[in-house]
């Protein structure tokens, strides 16, 4: 053990269980600050939370835990803790969750089975010293994760803050009873023929709807309307609600609504704060679960038009990242991308061809000398979306570095030291591929090339790479889900060789104006052919 939380960790085990006595295995964590352990002592097993005490709220853990255990809810149990610290000894609920047993198809009893413990939970009498109240600053402000991190800036306008007041209108504040308020399929768990709850730290005292929302509007776990309705009437059955069902189910709906966007503005900012992008993925579900539920609300049109927007923003990554290490000189003081053919700067060109095809989003990430490029970009140019490096990621972590910003449809990459004439406008990603690369003949700087191309249009790796890469593409975020975890140093060719293995990955030959301005000569030849060209 290194630092001084392990060794904080070691002494509060010893303590517990004796000096080394047990054994410490490191599990996946989830979307908060909190790291957790499997402890295995003998035959026992228990589950180790390691809580930063200045971000999360574990004496509230403390207390909601030993209330639900205390009402028969299958809680864990607490065999020791240290609050101010952030440590707790807890039951071990294993590793199944409720999410892998329904990952073959919906599994209808086990959901009522849960539906039974939310009216469980429902039936315990709210305490007001542990629980607050789900207000409707809470509620807005949850909200308006959406509008802060989901949506760019420059969307942002009167039919946001105007929906928010619709849907707040529409849950009709009718807190009455706890909410767990993430009982979804990653938080429960199915331990010893039970389902077991966990992550319930944030529980409030609010609409009967929310948590029959989060297990119904899964973001994990696609279910379709049939068997949703089935489960809603279920709970109606079972539950005392006092209410008609037609207005149960609209108060449902605006409850669904409220917690989806917040689930949007959630995914965006794990994935740009924190770096957690592997909830990129889940994006697209919770979208389509939101559009479904907007389109039965003429008031919403005007959200469900905002989310159809940035879902078909058509996008681009210009790359801009590199040191120029084989240009200096001239890079000793001004980035790449900036140095000029005539009287424009190289990335101008590439932004140029990019505003030209109709992309409306456009992504530069930087790294070397970032700060020149950005003020470049920015008296230049709106909106432009600058994706910084803090430390030099190559062409593939670099674009997971920016896949928050660049969506969950198919989009362009393009290196910005490449001067060309290719319209992008023709960028295309065949079906059933997850990339499509633009191919040059073999320059003399590159005279073994990088691929060849057979008479599929299917790209391979052979001894006789007939082919250059020509630095434009078009990639699904599909192509990087294997390597969503990676922080350092990726290349782009160690992704796409898996996926070249799977015979997804396809290519075109583009034979006019191509040049890689790797050296100072090849600027210089560039500009000379560019000044030859403007006397024609």
Avoid at 89 to 97: A, M, P, V
């Amino acid at each position: 053990m290194d630092n001084p939380r392990d060794n904080e960790i070691i002494e509060f085990l010893d303590n517990l269980l004796g000096q080394n006595s047990y054994k410490i295995s490191k599990i996946a964590g989830d979307a908060s600050f909190r790291n957790y352990s499997r402890i295995s002592q003998d035959k026992k097993s228990y589950m180790l939370m390691d809580s930063p005490p200045e971000i999360e709220s574990n004496h509230v853990f403390f207390q909601i835990a030993n209330h639900l255990k205390s009402h028969e809810i299958n809680s864990p149990k607490i065999f020791g803790h240290d609050l101010d610290q952030g440590l707790l000894l807890l039951e071990d609920f294993g590793d199944i969750s409720f999410q892998e047993n329904n990952s073959n198809g919906i599994n209808i009893s086990l959901y009522k089975e849960a539906i039974k413990i939310i009216k469980n939970i429902q039936a315990i009498e709210p305490d007001n010293n542990i629980y607050a109240d789900y207000s409707r600053d809470i509620l807005l402000n949850e909200m308006r994760l959406f509008s802060d991190w989901y949506l760019d800036k420059g969307s942002l306008d009167d039919r946001v803050e105007s929906s928010y007041e619709v849907i707040l209108k529409g849950i009709r504040n009718s807190n009455d009873c706890i909410v767990h308020r993430d009982f979804h399929s990653r938080n429960l768990m199915i331990h010893q023929k039970s389902i077991g709850v966990i992550d319930f730290q944030d529980a409030l005292i609010g609409p009967r709807s929310y948590d029959l929302v989060s297990l119904l509007y899964d973001a994990y776990i696609e279910i379709s309307e049939k068997h949703r309705e089935e489960l809603i009437q279920y709970f109606i059955e079972i539950s005392d609600i006092k209410i008609s069902y037609s207005k149960f189910r609209e108060e449902f709906d605006f409850v669904a609504i409220q917690r989806l966007l917040k689930v949007l503005g959630i995914f965006k900012r794990l994935s740009l704060r924190d770096k957690k992008h592997q909830y990129l993925f889940d994006i697209p579900l919770v979208e389509n679960y939101l559009l479904q539920i907007l389109s039965k609300y003429p008031d919403l049109e005007g959200l469900k038009n905002l989310i159809l927007e940035e879902k078909d923003k058509k996008a681009i990554m210009i790359l801009a990242a590199g040191k120029g290490e084989r240009m200096m000189p001239l890079t000793e003081s001004i980035p790449k991308p900036l140095l000029k053919i005539g009287d424009k700067a190289l990335i101008d060109y590439s932004i140029a061809s990019a505003l030209n095809a109709g992309f409306s989003k456009i992504v530069v990430n930087t790294f070397y000398l970032g700060n020149l490029i950005s003020s470049h970009l920015s008296d230049r140019y709106q909106d432009i979306v600058i994706s910084e490096e803090k430390s030099p990621l190559e062409t593939a972590g670099g674009i997971i570095n920016a896949l928050t910003h660049l969506g969950n449809n198919p989009f362009a990459v393009m290196n910005s030291d490449v001067y060309t004439n290719f319209r992008l406008e023709k960028l295309l990603l065949p079906e059933n591929s997850l990339a499509h690369l633009v191919l040059v003949k073999n320059p003399e700087h590159n005279p073994e090339g990088d691929f060849s191309l057979d008479e599929q249009s299917l790209i391979n790796i052979n001894s006789k790479n007939q082919y250059t890469f020509s630095g434009i593409g078009i990639y699904h975020p599909e192509l990087f889900r294997d390597f969503i975890h990676c922080t350092g140093k990726l290349p782009l060719y160690k992704v796409l060789l898996q996926a070249i293995d799977n015979q997804q990955v396809t290519g075109e030959l583009f034979d006019d104006v191509w040049f890689d301005v790797g050296t100072p000569e090849r600027l210089k030849n560039i500009n000379k052919f560019q000044a030859e060209r403007n006397n024609l």
